[in-house]
């Protein structure tokens, strides 16, 4: 016994200790992938990358320096004669990263590397991010994308610099002449369309060179901070599934203690159910489904004997000949089709009774004398344009009567009937409203 309850117990609990380790396990993979693995990495170098030409300053503001770009198998040459004309002379060597209308997403990265030479110790060269959004950039002027950049030293040698996006800036040049919202003046690199190396802010009006090896972008595919805030779901999600389940275990002894009495409303109201159904069809018609005499009879001690009532007696012209010529079965089948299609069109306050063979009663609650001769018109009217078992032509006839003040529903039933037999005997297919 003692063994079958700790076989119990631990059946119970094997769900959450399921997904505690499970957790456990994805948690300690991902923080190893991560560090060790999960690696993005794109090189622009000479061998890998051809799109790739040089600018100056000549196509703008009376600029008249001079770039040229070589390459060779182990980096590119900017030689670049600066001249004095352009407010801000410069060069540049300029990467396309463009695909039609499209850039390269580089925010993913988190680290940049790039080697280059730049033999003046006192200048800088300018690295820059230019990045088009269609929410201020168009595509007609150049210099509407954002200018991010950052300036890195000149040095006697090659010269290799680590970067991160946060030492990017930018460039206020850029916001003052676009007049930019503070909005979109954060550093963006979603779609980067073009990496320029470009000469310092104040160099000197000589002949310069610069040589760039390679450009590198590193990250992960995961980066830190997103697979910080998955861990923290997935163990967020672990404690709610904890808590649900032991919320569960808590409310089982209740719903146990609970369960005999909720079985025995149950059968109590199944019992209802079923009491309600067998006396709904005491009160039907087997056939049309339509109420029967004994389901008029409800209906007639449910309804206040001053109230507003009127009657409609229906019947089918000639359907003893129906019956003769096509059989009891498409007799049957129109007497169907005729309850359905008056269910159809009336109100919810309307019920259909059928007294006995092909006559039917209509009971209208609430409506008075002419209401329910339009109503009696009607449905003879789509009566006749029914498709009827074995193309029969069809008709209906109709008497109409309402209900007078100290009548009783069997004298107003009486005029109804004999308004019926002025119909018949007026050549059937009519309605006849009684006197």
């Not at 999960?38 to 061998?47: H, Q």
């Not at 067998?278 to 109230?307: I, K, W, Y």
């Not at 005729?338 to 009336?346: F, K, N």
Request: proline fraction near 4%.
């Amino acid at each position: 016994m003692p063994a079958q309850k700790i076989i119990s117990q631990w059946r119970i609990l094997q769900p959450i200790h399921f997904v505690l380790g499970l957790l456990i396990l994805l948690t300690a993979s991902l923080l190893l992938w991560q560090h060790y693995g999960m690696n993005l990495y794109l090189r622009f170098d000479p061998g890998n990358f051809n799109k790739i030409s040089a600018s100056d300053d000549r196509d703008n503001n009376g600029g008249k320096s001079i770039a040229l770009i070589s390459v060779n198998p182990k980096y590119w040459r900017l030689d670049c004669q600066l001249n004095k004309g352009h407010r801000t002379p410069y060069c540049s060597i300029d990467f396309d990263l463009s695909n039609g209308t499209q850039g390269i997403d580089l925010s993913k990265y988190t680290d940049i590397t790039i080697r280059y030479r730049y033999q003046n110790t006192r200048e800088q060269v300018n690295l820059v991010m230019v990045n088009f959004n269609p929410e201020y950039s168009i595509e007609s002027d150049y210099r509407s994308q954002k200018f991010t950049e950052v300036y890195l030293p000149g040095a006697a040698g090659w010269s290799t610099q680590n970067l991160k996006w946060h030492q990017f800036n930018v460039a206020s040049w850029w916001i003052a002449d676009k007049k930019i919202p503070p909005k979109w003046t954060n550093n963006e690199f979603s779609n980067i369309r073009e990496i320029r190396l470009a000469t310092g802010l104040y160099p000197e009006l000589s002949n310069i060179r610069i040589d760039l090896a390679y450009i590198e972008f590193r990250g992960k595919w995961i980066n830190n901070d997103t697979l910080q805030l998955l861990l923290l779901l997935l163990w967020g999600g672990s404690a709610a599934f904890w808590l649900i389940t032991e919320l569960r275990r808590a409310m089982h002894a209740l719903q146990r203690s609970n369960q005999r009495q909720q079985d025995l409303e149950n059968a109590q109201l199944n019992l209802q159910k079923t009491n309600q159904l067998l006396t709904e069809r005491s009160m039907r018609d087997p056939l049309t489904l339509a109420f029967n005499r004994e389901g008029l009879s409800v209906l007639l001690a449910n309804e206040p004997p001053d109230s507003l009532l009127s009657i409609i007696f229906i019947d089918i012209d000639h359907f003893k000949k129906i019956n003769d010529h096509y059989g009891h079965g498409i007799g049957d089948q129109v007497l169907c089709q005729l309850a359905q299609h008056t269910q159809q069109q009336i109100r919810p306050s309307e019920k259909l009774i059928r007294l006995g063979g092909e006559e039917f009663l209509l009971l209208c609650q609430h409506s008075c004398l002419a209401q329910a001769e339009l109503l009696a018109e009607k449905l003879r009217l789509s009566l006749l344009k029914q498709d009827w078992p074995s193309e029969i032509p069809l008709s209906s006839s109709f008497g109409v009567a309402e209900r007078q003040t100290g009548e009783s529903f069997e004298e107003a039933l009486h005029r109804a009937d004999l308004a019926l037999y002025r119909a018949k005997a007026g050549g059937r297919n009519r309605v006849e409203v009684a006197e």
